[in-house]
């Protein structure tokens, strides 16, 4: 059985720094897909970051671009996101996720199966 704990949320004013953690266990796969995803109340989830395990190649959406990083260690599955210069519409719940892949990259998944409980992450003054 898949299982996902994120670990790291919390409440940060604008400008602040956090790191995300996420560990990973119950599978086997040689190739995956690890990301981070995140949901504000109203909206739907959206693709944060992610990492191809087969590879390496990580994806990161547009509006996180010079502010976050994600790393991963394979060995341990455990995928780490550090989150910069932070902003109040960064405020919502993230939540880390895991799809085997066969083939392709973690961006071309459209859905993936094992989710994480989510952490909150609050960017407020």
């Known amino acids: 059985e898949v299982q996902i704990v994120e670990s790291g949320g919390g409440l940060v004013q604008p400008g602040g720094s956090l790191r995300l953690s996420c560990a990973a266990s119950?599978?086997?796969?040689?190739?995956?897909?690890i990301g981070w995803f995140r949901q504000a109340p109203g909206t739907g989830r959206a693709k944060v970051s992610c990492?191809?395990?087969?590879?390496?190649?990580?994806y990161l959406a547009d509006s996180v671009k010079g502010r976050f990083t994600i790393s991963s260690n394979s060995a341990k599955n455990t995928l780490d996101l550090q989150m910069t210069s932070l902003k109040p519409e960064d405020t919502a719940v993230y939540y880390c996720?895991?799809?085997?892949?066969?083939?392709?990259?973690?961006?071309?998944?459209?859905?993936?199966?094992?989710w994480g409980q989510g952490t909150q992450v609050s960017v407020s003054s």
């Open positions: 996720a895991v799809q085997r892949l066969f083939g392709g990259t973690c961006q071309e998944v459209l859905w993936y199966d094992h």
């Open positions: 119950g599978f086997t796969w040689d190739d995956y897909a």
């Open positions: 990492i191809t395990s087969r590879d390496g190649k990580i």
